[in-house]
């Protein structure tokens, strides 16, 4: 089974506009982390947001928040207000435990001005 | 501050022939990783360390070797390139099990 499920190959939004990128996770630990990364055209990963399994509040770190629902182990990205330079992939990624990581298959947003 | 950096950028291989990739942080992190990444696959682990001289597998470990002889330092080795190691490979440091920092990247080419 896919440890990190991305099901949205491409998506597109309107600038200035909210956008939902939607991310499942399949783990047995009960303590895990969940990041998400976003990679421009230019290749490198910048990191964006991280919810601990244990957090009780929802992630945000600027326009970016996460919307964790542990029941339904999903951890959606929340752009708000998105920005041309918002255009890139984006990846969901999971800490199992203390031993390894496991990334999605990516996102591509773009943003339409 | 460079951050993560890895050598070379870019490199192309004989199937057989054996490479290093060089990947050095300068943030003083305990856990450094080692990254591939293929269309359509996301990023998958093969190697990690948590600590000066500690290794261990992570889901792709199959081909490769590492090595952490220096806390700064985390080497990826491929003894014998076979064309399905034609990749791109990242590599990462952490202060702990959290946000990850990444390097440009390696493109690798297995003929």
């Known amino acids: 089974a896919q440890k990190i499920t991305q099901t949205q190959p491409g998506m597109f939004v309107q600038e200035k506009e909210a956008v939902t990128l939607d991310c499942t996770y399949d783990?047995?630990?009960?303590?895990?982390?969940l990041f998400w990364y976003k990679q421009p055209s230019s290749g490198e990963m910048i990191f964006l947001i991280y919810?601990?399994?244990?957090?009780?509040q929802n992630a945000t770190e600027g326009r970016y928040s996460l919307n964790f629902q542990k029941a339904r182990k999903s951890a959606n990205l929340v752009i708000s207000a998105s920005q041309l330079g918002d255009s890139a992939m984006y990846f969901c990624?999971?800490?199992?435990?203390?031993?390894?990581?496991?990334f999605g298959t990516g996102t591509s947003l773009t943003v339409i001005p | 501050n460079a951050g993560v950096t890895q050598t070379p950028k870019f490199r192309v291989l004989k199937t057989g022939q054996s490479m290093t990739l060089l990947c050095a942080q300068d943030?003083?992190?305990?856990?450094m990783y080692w990254y591939r990444q293929d269309p359509g696959m996301g990023l998958r682990l093969i190697h990690y360390?948590?600590?000066?001289?500690?290794?261990a597998k992570g889901e792709v470990p199959d081909g490769y070797n590492v090595s952490r002889l220096k806390k700064q330092n985390f080497l990826l080795g491929l003894e014998s390139a076979a064309p399905s190691q034609t990749s791109v490979y990242f590599c990462?440091?952490?202060?702990?099990?959290?946000?990850?920092?990444f390097g440009p990247g390696t493109r690798l080419t297995v003929t």
């Open positions: 990462a440091s952490s202060y702990d099990w959290d946000e990850q920092y």
């Open positions: 990624a999971m800490r199992e435990g203390d031993r390894q990581f496991y």
């Open positions: 783990t047995s630990d009960q303590s895990y982390g």
């Open positions: 919810q601990g399994s244990y957090d009780e």
């Open positions: 360390s948590v600590g000066e001289g500690t290794t």
């Open positions: 943030m003083n992190h305990e856990y």
